[in-house]
Nanobody
């Protein structure tokens, strides 16, 4: 069982930056595929970015070039650096994980471990 705890959300103006962190416990993150999703109330949970345990990253088209996902296996932590934020990026951001290292899955149904979420609000 993996426990995930997110931090780093907040309120920022358009064009600003935030860095989200997701710290895992209970299992080595090097054996996990991990991802960030986001959800606006009333809408489906949306894939943002993911990273395989063996390396390699995948991004949603809407964030590619603005967001950077990374991980520090020694610290059991995954990060999401978000630059040039837009009001459309406002959502609750969730950290997700699943066993296996070979692929990043885009569907939230493919992940069985979730954090509690952290709110990101971008003002115009």
């Amino acid at each position: 069982q993996v426990q995930l705890v997110e931090s780093g959300g907040g309120l920022v103006q358009t064009g600003g930056s935030l860095r989200l962190s997701c710290t895992a416990s209970g299992r080595a993150v090097s054996s996990l595929t991990m991802a960030w999703f986001r959800q606006v109330q009333g809408q489906e949970r949306e894939f943002v970015a993911g990273t395989r345990g063996t390396g390699g990253t995948t991004y949603a088209d809407s964030v590619r070039g603005r967001f950077t996902i990374s991980r520090d296996n020694a610290k059991s932590t995954m990060y999401l650096q978000m630059n040039n934020l837009e009001p459309e990026d406002s959502a609750v951001y969730y950290c997700a994980a699943r066993g296996g290292v070979s692929a990043v899955y885009l569907s939230p149904r493919s992940y069985n471990q979730w954090g509690q979420g952290t709110q990101v609000t971008v003002s115009s």
